[in-house]
């Protein structure tokens, strides 16, 4: 049997039912397929394996990983960043979503060598990349402390990041404009209390 991560390499997506505290053999769903559309790259992959170059948070890395391991475990396991989530691993939930030249993407289907010598930011390094101190918190992290967004906050990384592109975009968005950016799935059920800490954040623009 594949493993999650495994499953994630190529075009092979593992779909997993994640009921927490039950084996595999008594999941509901686990199947393996190949899915295309899935391997359609947003960045030119590089053409040559062995040592990748990335720029993670202003620092630059060489990291020794096969081109098609997900951006996501890079990230989690070779520089130990761990503010990156791992969701789903089909880019349906959100829990992984870094800005890549500025841009919000989800993390767990990106190769990492499709990243290679783009400017990648992480929950860790969000608001040093909006030119504040490193130890500070960006805006919307603030917001999401004064709204009181998170209830377990697995997910909040990734939402986070989301919203900051968003508004970095869009500073005063629509209610369309918030429903088209943020995609991004909650268990707890926290989108009202999102909402309300992007409007705050509207409003002080």
């Known amino acids: 049997m594949f493993d999650d991560r ?8 593992g779909i997993s039912s994640l009921s927490a505290g039950y084996p595999v053999e008594t999941a509901t769903l686990r199947v393996y397929m190949f899915i295309d559309y899935c391997s359609v790259n947003i ?3 590089a053409s040559e394996a062995g040592m990748i170059l990335l720029k993670v948070n202003g620092a630059t890395h060489q990291v020794d990983a096969d081109p098609a391991t997900p951006l ?5 396991e070779n520089l130990g960043l761990t503010g990156v989530k791992y969701g789903c691993g089909v880019a349906a939930c ?4 870094v800005h890549v030249n500025g841009e919000a993407v989800r993390s767990c289907t990106l190769p990492v060598a499709s990243a290679a010598e783009a400017e ?3 929950i860790e390094g969000l608001a040093a990349s909006a030119g504040m101190s490193a130890n500070a918190l960006h805006p ?3 917001a999401w402390i004064d709204v009181q967004v998170p209830q377990c906050g697995y ?7 989301t919203t900051a592109a968003l508004l970095k975009k869009t500073p005063k968005p629509t209610d ?7 995609t991004n799935l909650c268990r707890c059920g926290t989108y009202p209390r999102v909402r309300r800490a992007i409007r705050t954040l509207a409003e002080q623009v």
Do not use: E, F
């Open 6 to 13: 495994q499953a994630h390499h190529g075009n092979l997506i």
């Open 43 to 45: 960045y030119p992959v």
């Open 72 to 76: 996501l475990w890079v990230l989690r």
């Open 94 to 97: 959100g829990a992984c979503t």
């Open 120 to 122: 990648i930011v992480t």
């Open 140 to 142: 919307v992290q603030k």
């Open 155 to 161: 997910c909040q990384s990734g939402m986070i990041m």
């Open 176 to 182: 369309a404009d918030i429903n088209a950016a943020i």
